[in-house]
């Protein structure tokens, strides 16, 4: 079929460009990886809350003795319903948005490059979310009399202690933070896991 197409001496010596230059596949992909990414920070905000809150966790209040004369993981809290707050306005796709460029030939814009940066961003707190309900995790073990972690969980938990040491006042907890996301991105947690009870999937 091709052949006799070349072969119609009115397409001889004529040359068509075609190509598909949109980006609107990738900028889909980027809205709806950062709305299931915000998703895991909200979900994620709501376990902290749990932790923190006596009157559901049984716990000291904020995780930290004198919680009267310390704010204990208070802060830590809030940091992270400001970061699910802040996705959750992110999450708002980019890719439903246009505006025509070069003298109205490109009369259709995909907005990926908008989509990938918003998604590098909710990306960034979601490992910040996720930092902090660790630390939040690993102090109310410390609290817990009559609580007995499984094997993986402990592993998890004495991994963070090496580098993170229980809250007994208050501290800058960025630097906790920081620290968490590290123990995060570099893998030592889920290494450390996975060493004891076997590969996650």
């Given at each position: 079929?091709?052949?006799?197409?070349?072969?119609?001496?009115?397409l001889?010596?004529?040359?068509?460009?075609?190509?598909?230059?949109?980006?609107?596949?990738i900028?889909?992909?980027?809205?709806?990886?950062?709305?299931?990414?915000?998703?895991?920070?909200?979900?994620?905000e709501?376990?902290?809350?749990?932790?923190?809150?006596?009157?559901?966790?049984?716990?000291?209040?904020f995780?930290?003795k004198?919680?009267?004369?310390?704010?204990g993981?208070?802060?830590?809290?809030?940091?992270?319903?400001?970061?699910?707050?802040?996705?959750?306005?992110?999450?708002?796709?980019?890719?439903?948005?246009?505006?025509?460029?070069?003298?109205?030939?490109?009369?259709?814009?995909?907005?990926?490059?908008i989509?990938?940066?918003?998604?590098?961003?909710v990306?960034?707190?979601?490992?910040?979310?996720?930092?902090?309900?660790?630390?939040?995790?690993?102090?109310?073990?410390?609290?817990?009399?009559?609580?007995?972690?499984?094997?993986?969980?402990?592993?998890?938990?004495?991994?963070?202690?090496?580098?993170?040491?229980?809250?007994?006042?208050?501290?800058?907890?960025?630097?906790?933070?920081?620290?968490?996301?590290?123990l995060?991105?570099?893998?030592?947690?889920?290494?450390?896991?996975?060493?004891?009870?076997?590969?996650?999937?």
């Amino acid at each position: 079929m091709l052949l006799d197409v070349f072969l119609h001496t009115d397409l001889i010596n004529k040359i068509s460009n075609g190509g598909n230059f949109h980006g609107q596949p990738i900028a889909l992909a980027m809205d709806f990886l950062t709305i299931a990414l915000s998703e895991i920070a909200n979900i994620s905000e709501r376990r902290i809350e749990r932790l923190v809150n006596p009157l559901l966790s049984g716990l000291p209040a904020f995780l930290v003795k004198d919680a009267g004369l310390n704010s204990g993981m208070m802060i830590a809290q809030y940091t992270a319903a400001a970061l699910v707050s802040e996705n959750k306005t992110l999450s708002h796709p980019a890719s439903v948005d246009s505006i025509p460029t070069s003298a109205n030939k490109e009369d259709h814009v995909s907005m990926g490059s908008i989509a990938a940066r918003k998604c590098k961003q909710v990306l960034l707190n979601v490992e910040n979310v996720i930092a902090i309900e660790l630390l939040c995790a690993a102090q109310a073990l410390d609290l817990f009399t009559n609580c007995k972690a499984g094997k993986g969980t402990m592993e998890a938990y004495s991994t963070i202690r090496q580098y993170i040491t229980h809250l007994d006042t208050d501290r800058i907890l960025s630097e906790d933070i920081d620290k968490m996301r590290r123990l995060l991105r570099d893998g030592l947690i889920l290494s450390a896991v996975e060493e004891r009870i076997g590969i996650l999937n």
